[in-house]
């Protein structure tokens, strides 16, 4: 059975409380995760090569334990960032979609990483989303040790519960490093996985239309 990562955190940075934006208070987003400790990990490190027999004396190794430890310490550290909405005074209530966005993760498994890109879609409601912010929450889920089932539905989720639009739809595709430079390597293959919430699950119309723009439907 899969672990379930800790759930991500979200709050109102007390800033914002304050003085909130013309637009409506943002919400401060951050990663709540333990302390890094880069010399212990770098001490880790070249022990895990030792052990495999790696020699990191040469000059050209030598600094290899430390390069990994700040690497992975990149991967598992999303950038905070502040969930911007704004009224929908139009009342626009056709899909707003952002395609193609651009994930990496590390598989919870191997630690290897896998690579792909997201379309995250939503039907609005009461409120707009910045467009930025959508790859703000796919990497704000992606720096973690992850599964992309999980990644795929946390995203859908939190949308759902921050924004309350009336439909939320997420499909991720990627390429599994995992799957194709170890085990069967099964080079070229790819995953994909989808979440859909709301109207884009219940209407047929709208699930096949956003379905098909991102292409998971050809």
């Known amino acids: 059975m899969t672990e379930l990562a800790p759930r991500a955190t979200a709050r109102i940075h007390p800033d914002d409380q304050e003085e909130p934006a013309p637009a409506g208070p943002a919400l401060r987003v951050v990663h709540e995760s333990g ?8 001490a880790a ?37 502040d969930l911007t909405t704004f009224p929908n005074d139009e009342g626009y209530d056709e899909l707003v979609l952002a395609r193609r966005i651009p994930v990496r993760s590390v598989c919870e498994h191997h630690l290897l990483p896998f690579v792909g890109t997201a379309h995250v879609g939503y039907l609005p409601g009461g409120r707009i989303l910045g467009l930025s ?3 703000r929450v796919v990497e704000h889920f992606a720096c973690r040790p992850q599964v992309q089932e999980r990644l795929t539905k946390q995203v ?7 924004l309350e639009p009336k439909g939320v739809g997420v499909v991720i595709e990627a390429e599994h490093s ?3 430079l170890r085990g069967v390597q099964a080079t070229g293959s790819s995953t994909m996985t989808s979440t859909l919430l709301g109207l884009l699950r219940s209407d047929a119309r709208s699930r096949a239309e956003f379905l ?7």
């Open 35 to 42: 302390d890094i400790d880069l010399a212990a990990a770098e």
């Open 45 to 81: 490190a070249g022990q895990f090569l030792t052990a495999l027999g790696i020699s990191t004396a040469s000059e050209s190794l030598r600094g290899t334990p430390g390069r990994m430890a700040r690497a992975y310490a990149e991967l598992f550290s999303p950038r905070p960032f």
């Open 133 to 135: 912010k959508l790859a």
């Open 156 to 162: 859908a989720d939190w949308l759902q519960t921050h």
């Open 178 to 180: 995992c799957m194709t």
């Open 212 to 218: 098909a723009l991102t292409g998971a439907a050809s």
